[in-house]
Structure formats: C-alpha cells, structure tokens
C-alpha cells in the first residue's frame, strides 16, 4: 500500500460559482500539475460533468471519482461520491426530482454551462442548482446509501451551509462516512470545542472554484490502488488503509 493525495471537492463551471476556466480538461491539467492522484467532481446539485471528467482522467492517469455537493432542505451542503457512472446518474434522478424549477439569473449566480473535452459549451442549465434541495440532510444520506456510495457532510466548520451552523448539533442518527473540515483559522477551536469530531474521520479539500484554488488543500489516502472502494475502507480503516487530512 502507499500514500495518493486527493483533493475531492472541485465544481466545474456547470456550478454557477465556478470560474469560467473550470471546464472538465482544464482541472484535470492542474491536478496533473499539482501531482494529485484522485480528485472528485462535485458541482452543486448535479453529477452531469463527471463522465466526461472521468473520461479524460483516465488520459492522465488521475483518478476522477464521480459526485455532487447537494443542498438540502435545512441549508446543509454535503458531499456524495458513487463508484460508477450509473449510480451517479441515478442519483441525479432523485435530485431532478427534488430541485425546485427557480430559473437561474446568470447576471448575479454566473452561467452554468456543460461542456466537452474542446471546452465546447453543449448546454446551458437553466435551473437554479445552488438551492436547496425537497429533502432532508437524512433522507438525502439514505439514497446515497441505498446507492452504495459514501455520503460526508461538507465543511461542517464554516459559518454557512455546515451540519453545526444549520442545526447546532450532529444529529446521532444520521449516517455518513466522514466529517469535511475546512482548513481555516479558528479550525483547532472548533475541533476542541466539538470533541465528538473526535469520533470520526475527518477530510479536507479545496472546495476549488477557479484553476489555481485545486489542489490547495488535500487529504492523503493509504491504500492498495487509488479508486472508489479502496477510498471507502480507508474512511473506515479497515485492513490498515489509513486517511490524514493536512
């Protein structure tokens, strides 16, 4: 086993946040660069980059794990990853299913645009994908259970949109496979402040929106080879495959 540095929270430019320059090609050239072995694509509210993205992964022998960054009901972002296309897709099915028809205003959100590997833009999504999501933080971690993946609250450190700002608490019921900190100031108080963090695994990443933010922050995983299942037994730690968040 050895050590692959992943930076598994990246949005394209079909997240409205995402710079222009975030097409699928482009962070893959700069996780070549930055020497990343996984990343993970995760736009808000929408898997419909990450074939494309794990296509030309697979060019430069960059692991691309297929995923979205959802919203739910209560405002909680978190972060989904699925094994292969097929989950993904029909993940996006229970999102379609739940995301609001809010029309986007690409004046104040910014576009959000799928495109190919020429960076041809072959669609513009109309809908709002920033907003929250008809279902709850549970009923949302229970699909990505049912569909095998691995579900971990994003950011839980950060004034908005985390598990602690939204609720105040960690709720005891709720299923997920690690904890995403973000690496700000103020992180050590809040980790002594919430010992339970203690508890679980704890990730971090970018959360990259523009080409020179990818790879800023990373987690190191121990593991045999670098893909879906190796990933979700070293969350668990199981067999020695170990996670450090730096």
């Not at 050239?29 to 992964?57: F, M, V, Y």
């Not at 691309?64 to 989904?80: D, M, P, Q």
């Not at 992180?187 to 020179?212: I, M, R």
């Not at 800023?216 to 979700?232: A, H, V």
């Amino acid at each position: 086993m050895q050590w692959f540095k992943a930076d598994m929270h990246i949005h394209t430019v079909l997240s409205p946040c995402g710079d222009l320059d975030m097409s699928p090609v482009n962070i893959i050239r700069q996780a070549a660069l930055k020497k990343l072995d996984i990343i993970a694509i995760t736009d808000h509210n929408t898997t419909r980059h990450c074939k494309s993205a794990g296509e030309i992964g697979d060019k430069y022998g960059i692991t691309v794990l297929a995923g979205a960054e959802i919203n739910s009901r209560e405002e909680i972002h978190g972060l989904t990853f699925f094994e292969n296309i097929d989950q993904a897709e029909q993940f996006q099915q229970f999102i379609d299913a739940r995301l609001p028809e809010i029309p986007n205003r690409p004046e104040l959100f910014g576009h959000q645009y799928l495109v190919d590997e020429s960076e041809n833009i072959l669609e513009e999504e109309n809908r709002l994908l920033v907003v929250a999501l008809d279902a709850g933080i549970d009923e949302i971690a229970e699909q990505v259970r049912r569909l095998g993946g691995i579900f971990i609250p994003a950011h839980v450190n950060r004034k908005s949109n985390g598990i602690y700002s939204q609720l105040g608490f960690l709720p005891d019921d709720l299923r997920f496979d690690a904890l995403e900190v973000a690496q700000q100031h103020g992180l050590a108080d809040f980790l002594n402040g919430h010992p339970e963090t203690g508890n679980y695994c704890l990730v971090s990443n970018s959360d990259a929106h523009c080409l020179d933010q990818v790879g800023r922050t990373i987690t190191e995983y121990y593991l045999e080879t670098p893909d879906f299942k190796e990933i979700s037994k070293a969350l668990k730690g199981i067999n020695g495959r170990k996670v450090r968040a730096l």
